[in-house]
């Protein structure tokens, strides 16, 4: 499933039903869309999950790193007891900051 970083900021205006900022991670959705995207491409925040929405194309570019990535969730990591807040957070904002500079 490809994952997308989005451009650039998405209000309201220009979509009514959301607001999306520049640099947040979407995945492609391939569920069924029931018809309600038009000209831009259904995604989700979460990789093959719901809620989908509708992106303009012009506003995000495929991240081919992360598109193959497993899904991991960090609470679960958590409950194995092998991670601690601190080092996740510290991984995640070390991840963020590769993947925008």
């Given amino acids: 499933m490809t994952a997308y970083r989005i451009k650039r900021d998405i209000d309201k205006r220009e979509q009514p039903w959301m607001e999306i900022r520049a640099g947040e991670i979407v995945y492609a959705y391939a569920g069924c869309t029931y018809g309600c995207i038009g000209a831009g491409l259904a995604v ?3 990789r093959g999950e719901t809620p ?3 992106v303009p194309k012009d506003a995000i570019e495929p991240i081919s790193a992360l598109a193959n990535r497993p899904i991991v969730r960090w609470g679960s990591l958590l409950a194995l007891g092998s991670f601690s807040p601190g080092v996740l957070l510290r991984s995640v904002l070390l991840r963020r900051q590769q993947l925008n500079g």
């Fill in 52 to 54: 989908f929405f509708e």
């Fill in 44 to 46: 989700s925040r979460r």
